[in-house]
């Protein structure tokens, strides 16, 4: 992923609470997102790719000229089309992984910017289209921080259903029962996906997850002034107690003591 690529929004609009989508499928000239706001939809990205959910959150980016199923009980989004300055992607693999699916792990973040275009929609004046598209490539650079950032702790394979394993288990981490989440989105037991990460990975999932956890505590410790509870709902511990225990054992001291050590005072 090219950090330097800019996306350039062409129009945005946001959709509360359909029914349904006006067209069970379409096909697009330029580059297309959908991020869901409150509900669910299925989708089917391409002729032969499987259907899958997108929940909460989720900003399912289309590329052009990709025929795109959707179908859904109850739904609010916002719907972007745009296209690249400059250079631009090629495939949908060079953006996200090869489902279209980017889900955020700063959550609080992601919405409070898609909040803002929301805001700003009725808004048609010159100055407020800028202020989209500014919006749009926050989210985007968003996108590549935590792309890099998870890629620091990411080991290689060369089997494409191992590294789309990794990719959905950094995706659920945030959420309390990522092993059995991301074995059913890949099809496969709990146990089949244990066995099969532990012979490319030499570790176990809850390993992997475990260690994405620690990194993102971390750096919430030492860049931010959330409470360890706000830290433990944000990456998936149960509570602040569940979260010092895993944090001594991983690192051998308690969150506090490690956050004013690396706290700068100024």
């Known amino acids: 992923m090219n950090p330097n690529w800019e ?3 062409l ?3 946001f959709i509360e609470m359909t029914p349904e989508f006006q067209k069970p499928h379409d096909t697009y000239s330029h580059w297309a997102g959908f991020i869901v706001d409150e509900g669910s939809f299925d989708y089917q990205l391409g002729h032969m790719a499987p259907w899958l959910k997108a929940e909460r959150n989720d900003w399912i980016i289309v590329p052009p000229d990709t025929i795109f199923r959707r179908v859904t009980s109850g739904l ?3 719907f972007l089309g745009f296209d690249w300055r400059g250079r631009s992607p090629q495939r949908l693999d060079e953006v996200t992984n090869t489902d279209g699916r980017v889900r955020p792990g700063h959550t609080r973040r992601f919405r409070s910017t898609t909040a803002l275009l929301r805001e700003s929609m009725s808004d048609h004046s010159p100055t407020a289209q800028l202020f989209r598209k500014h919006l749009l490539r926050d989210l985007w650079l968003l996108h590549v921080l935590e792309t890099h950032q998870q890629s620091l702790t990411v080991p290689a394979s060369d089997n494409p259903l191992a590294r789309r394993a990794l990719k959905l288990l950094g995706e659920h981490s945030a959420t309390g029962p990522a092993v059995n989440a991301t074995a059913y989105e890949l099809g496969l037991s709990p146990v089949q ?3 099969m990460f532990r012979k490319e990975f030499q570790m176990t999932p809850s390993e992997y ?5 620690m990194e993102k505590v971390k750096q919430l410790l030492e ?3 959330l409470t360890l509870s706000d830290i433990a709902e944000r990456c998936g511990f149960a509570d602040e107690h569940h979260l010092s225990k895993s944090f001594k054992k991983s690192f051998g001291i308690n969150p506090s003591i ?3 050590s690396h706290t700068i005072h100024v």
Do not use: E, M, W
Request: net charge positive; charged share 30%; no cysteine.
């Open 7 to 9: 996306p350039d929004l």
């Open 11 to 13: 129009f945005y609009t």
């Open 76 to 78: 609010s989004f916002h």
């Open 193 to 195: 996906l244990n066995r």
């Open 209 to 213: 997850v475990q260690r994405i956890r």
């Open 223 to 225: 860049k931010t002034p």
């Open 258 to 260: 490690y956050r004013k």
